[in-house]
């Protein structure tokens, strides 16, 4: 079938809707000849156009599901792309640049990191209580206990 046919149908459609109900039948048997793939299309765009006129909208959820309405790409959404990838090709141009040599980042940190541990291990320390001995834990035994008895 070749796309004038289509085109032609699909406009025959558009305008018939309007002024007198449209036969799905009709359109089946113009499109089956051929090409079946481009039945399915005329055949969704018939329901579809069908249901916003009768019901006065798009039935369901129009923004969400495997038939929803596609959103419109605004001149500030192309804006917006256009900065954050300009914004991610100088990060990775940074990135790709280091800022020390390999020798200079060689153990660069050792003392400051030995530092910190060091700072970590006395606070751990601090909080740690104080030695008890046995005598300390049974020393309420030896309430009663006299050199004499």
């Given at each position: ?67 929803r309405r596609p959103r419109q790409i605004t001149w500030q959404m192309k804006c917006n792309t256009l900065k954050n990838l300009e914004r991610e090709a100088e ?59």
């Amino acid at each position: 079938m070749k796309t004038h046919v289509v085109h032609d149908v699909c406009e025959r459609l558009a305008t018939s809707c309007l002024l007198r109900p449209w036969t799905h039948s009709a359109v089946i048997a113009v499109i089956k000849r051929k090409h079946l793939k481009q039945l399915d299309l005329i055949y969704s765009a018939i329901m579809f156009l069908t249901l916003s006129l009768l019901r006065k909208g798009i039935p369901g959820k129009q923004w969400i599901g495997k038939y929803r309405r596609p959103r419109q790409i605004t001149w500030q959404m192309k804006c917006n792309t256009l900065k954050n990838l300009e914004r991610e090709a100088e990060n990775e141009y940074w990135i790709s640049r280091p800022y020390m040599t390999r020798e200079q980042e060689h153990s660069h940190a050792a003392e400051r990191r030995a530092q910190a541990w060091l700072k970590i291990k006395e606070n751990k320390f601090l909080n740690f209580p104080q030695h008890k001995h046995m005598t300390d834990h049974l020393s309420h035994l030896r309430v009663t206990k006299t050199w004499s008895s």
